[in-house]
């Protein structure tokens, strides 16, 4: 099969980062492209930079998405995604959505991971306008400039593990998922108290999960 992965913003880097996140959990045998907004945002870190990243993101749905199965949305505020899927018949997985979804059927409530306190908020709002509230233990944005880099930092994994450990024993996460594309590539901690998931490879899941039955769906009607 193949996918494409859009970035809303304008990194580069960021997009080669979800990119080897999402190609290693739908596995080989698959073909995914990674697209990002050269228009967009450096990073989107606001409600306003999430608006000002979706024209650019609306145009390279226009261009990309009739060449695949399935689409990921890199973005954790899962920008414009109904969008999206009203520009195609195929499927297209948005971060957050995904996270909620797959992480509530491993064990809810399920705790979320952000990068940047002012952005919690909008994650709680998105849940709830998903009717997945009552799976949604807490959002923690933890503030971590490092984690915009090309590389991971050990700084980062630090807090990332210290917010893991606030969702679980101050808010009761049984499983918690980093949604911010920022926290590609952190998951494998050791000495977390509950288990932690990744949002991209989260939606690169669902892309895979969505793609197979919609292919079956279709061989069965030709």
Do not use: W
Not at 18 to 38: I, K, Q
Not at 71 to 80: E, R, Y
Not at 95 to 106: F, I, P, R, Y
Request: net charge neutral; aromatic share 4%.
């Amino acid at each position: 099969m193949r996918f494409v992965l859009l970035n809303p913003n304008a990194s580069v880097e960021m997009t080669a980062r979800m990119c080897a996140v999402a190609r290693e959990a739908v596995g080989p045998g698959h073909a995914l492209d990674g697209y990002h907004n050269p228009d967009g945002p450096a990073a989107i870190r606001s409600a306003a930079d999430n608006a000002l990243a979706v024209p650019g993101l609306l145009s390279l749905g226009a261009r990309h998405l009739h060449r695949c199965d399935a689409a990921i949305l890199g973005v954790s505020m899962d920008t414009a995604l109904n969008e999206l899927r009203r520009q195609t018949t195929i499927p297209v997985a948005g971060v957050t959505e995904s996270a909620m979804l797959l992480g509530s059927q491993l064990g809810a409530p399920v705790g979320l991971i952000t990068v940047g306190s002012d952005l919690a908020a909008l994650y709680r709002d998105l849940v709830r306008q998903y009717g997945l509230g009552g799976r949604l233990a807490g959002v923690i944005g933890i503030e971590a400039p490092g984690a915009y880099g090309g590389a991971t930092d050990a700084t980062v994994a630090d807090k990332l593990r210290d917010a893991v450990r606030t969702l679980h024993r101050a808010h009761g996460a049984r499983v918690v998922v980093t949604v911010a594309a920022a926290l590609c590539g952190y998951v494998n901690l050791r000495d977390t108290d509950v288990p932690l998931y990744d949002g991209i490879a989260c939606a690169a899941l669902q892309a895979l999960a969505l793609a197979r039955l919609r292919q079956a769906s279709l061989s069965s009607a030709g």
